[in-house]
């Protein structure tokens, strides 16, 4: 009797597949007026998410100060962004609009000397064009002017014309200067 022995040889591969972990993106810290809310978005469809709230959607509103996080699962990975949202009160102008001829211009805030007053040539992502309670600057064509003002309440006056503005946010459109 013969003895036959067959062998069978089993070759085993494995692979894995690369999957990108999430990129989470919730923007620049923030700065919004009470009584306003903001709608924070991880993005990433179809992903799973847990904020620091402890929500479990992809968006939330927000409307406290503090600092919020989310964590973004998907295939890939996990990933956290963060961002810190500030909620201050809103300053109270009693203003209206005003229109100043370009040139030389002299705009004043009668409010908190100790406050912090920040110019801007617009309400959000604008140039930032002085601090304090006065601003001097030559204007040669229309620009409208936001003051983002870190106190409770403030008066406005313009060094030639009458007080101007309006409120907006934590932005006040205080004058449009006509070049």
Same mark, same amino acid.
Do not use: H
């Given at each position: 009797?013969?003895?036959?022995?067959?062998?069978?040889? @089993?070759?085993?591969?494995?692979?894995? +597949? +690369?999957?990108?972990?999430?990129?989470?993106? *919730?923007?620049?810290d923030t700065t919004v007026c009470?009584?306003?809310?903001?709608?924070?978005?991880?993005?990433?469809?179809?992903?799973?998410?847990?904020w620091s709230t402890g929500e479990t959607t992809q968006t939330i509103s927000v409307n406290n100060s503090g600092t919020y996080w989310v964590d973004v699962t998907n295939v890939g990975g996990t990933s956290r962004d963060s961002i810190v949202l500030s909620v201050i009160d809103s300053a109270i102008f009693i203003v209206r609009d005003t229109v100043i001829c370009g040139g030389l211009v002299s705009l004043s805030i009668n409010g908190d000397p100790n406050g912090t007053y920040f110019w801007w040539d617009a309400p959000s992502s604008g140039n930032l +064009?002085?601090?304090?309670?006065? +601003?001097?600057?030559? @204007? @040669?064509?229309?620009?409208? *002017?936001?003051?983002?003002?870190?106190?409770?309440?403030?008066? *406005?006056?313009a060094g030639r014309t009458a007080p101007g503005g309006t409120a907006s946010g934590n932005y006040y459109s205080v004058s449009t200067i006509s070049g």
């Open positions: 009797m013969r003895n036959i022995c067959l062998s069978f040889f @089993f070759f085993f591969c494995t692979f894995s +597949l +690369l999957f990108a972990q999430p990129i989470v993106n *919730l923007g620049n009470n009584g306003s809310s903001v709608l924070f978005n991880a993005g990433n469809n179809g992903a799973s998410f847990i +064009l002085g601090t304090g309670q006065q +601003l001097n600057k030559t @204007f @040669f064509s229309d620009t409208t *002017l936001y003051i983002e003002s870190r106190v409770v309440s403030a008066q *406005l006056s």
